[in-house]
């Protein structure tokens, strides 16, 4: 049986505009570049999440622009936002499905690596 992976899109609405989140194997290997596993705060997380799952739709995106979009969402200060970041619990759980899936496999390769000498 084969172990379909449906990825999740994500359409938000954000200070009147439309964005469109959506993770890639490209975007999982940014956001490890930038750091994401070892962020200082689940805010620092979520903007690299955001940066990466904009990535596809918007490509001339940056991480500050991006930044400056979802402080927009969450509000900033003693701002209030459209959003808080609990309600961004289902993108943080899409991207981890695609970490797993970029890291880990989706469990149809079984091909392991094994050192000189030893068998699998």
Not at 1 to 6: D, Y
Not at 37 to 43: C, F, K, Q, T, V
Not at 57 to 79: F, M, S, V, W
Request: with cysteine.
């Amino acid at each position: 049986m084969t172990n379909v992976f449906k990825p999740e899109i994500f359409d938000i609405e954000i200070g009147g505009r439309e964005y469109t989140i959506e993770f890639t194997r490209s975007a999982v290997k940014v956001a490890d570049q930038m750091g994401v596993m070892n962020a200082e705060s689940n805010l620092a997380q979520l903007e690299i999440v955001f940066y990466v799952g904009l990535m596809k739709h918007k490509p001339d995106i940056t991480p500050n622009l991006a930044k400056r979009i979802l402080y927009t969402a969450i509000g900033e200060g003693e701002e209030e936002g459209e959003y808080c970041l609990a309600d961004f619990a289902p993108v943080l759980d899409e991207f981890g499905r695609w970490v797993r899936l970029v890291f880990l496999g989706n469990g149809e390769k079984s091909k392991k690596i094994a050192a000189r000498g030893q068998t699998n």
